[in-house]
């Protein structure tokens, strides 16, 4: 079966499917090996970089919002969100890296800020897991708010994989932050909403309009 082809609205420009998703793996496998790095990094430094989490309703700490995301409290805790955040980030970005980019930073700021809000007082919280709840939530909610029936197989098949994740939003361990993850999650719904796309339609030649 030959590559598909999609030509974007607003750029007019074409792709292979095979070059999305050659693109979105480079750009995933980066962004889990930055991730290994800083806490190399952090390792080595005595923990350095732990200061850049988030502690709550301190004005200073909003500037650690972003920062925040790409942090961990150890190889444990980094190698538990590599996987999902690999694998929920690739077939996000699938759907074109200017989308994927803009629903990562609705992510990180809905998450980061629900932290800062709400989280217990004298915390300090950092890990992606914001960032993969937020795009298990977007994939889940993507294709019906799209109204495009194969994103809508590709969330049942998340879900049937992933979805287990979700309890993870419930206060059930002290040393988790479910705030974390639970505004995670309404980053990447929102971000389904706020980033829709019109069903796909034929346009010249038989390219597929996305």
Known sequence: MGDYWT?????????TGGARALTAGILMVGWVALLWILEGIDVATGHALDTYG???????????????????SGWEHV????????????????GGLRRFAAVVVTIILVSGVGVWLTAPAFTVTLGASGVVFGLLGYLLVRGFVDRRPWDVLIGIGVAVVYG??????????????WQGHLF??????????FFRRPPARRGPDNLVTV
Request: glycine residues 10%.
């Open 7 to 15: 030509t974007d609205r607003n750029t007019g420009s074409t792709t």
């Open 54 to 72: 988030i502690s709550p309703r301190e004005m200073a700490e909003l500037r650690d919002v972003v920062p925040a995301a790409f942090l961990h």
């Open 79 to 94: 190698a538990s969100n590599s996987v999902p955040l690999l694998v929920l980030g690739f077939i996000a970005a699938l």
């Open 164 to 177: 287990s994740l979700l309890w993870g939003v419930l206060p059930t361990d002290s040393g988790v932050s």
């Open 184 to 193: 995670g999650l309404v980053g990447g719904v929102a971000a389904a909403f």
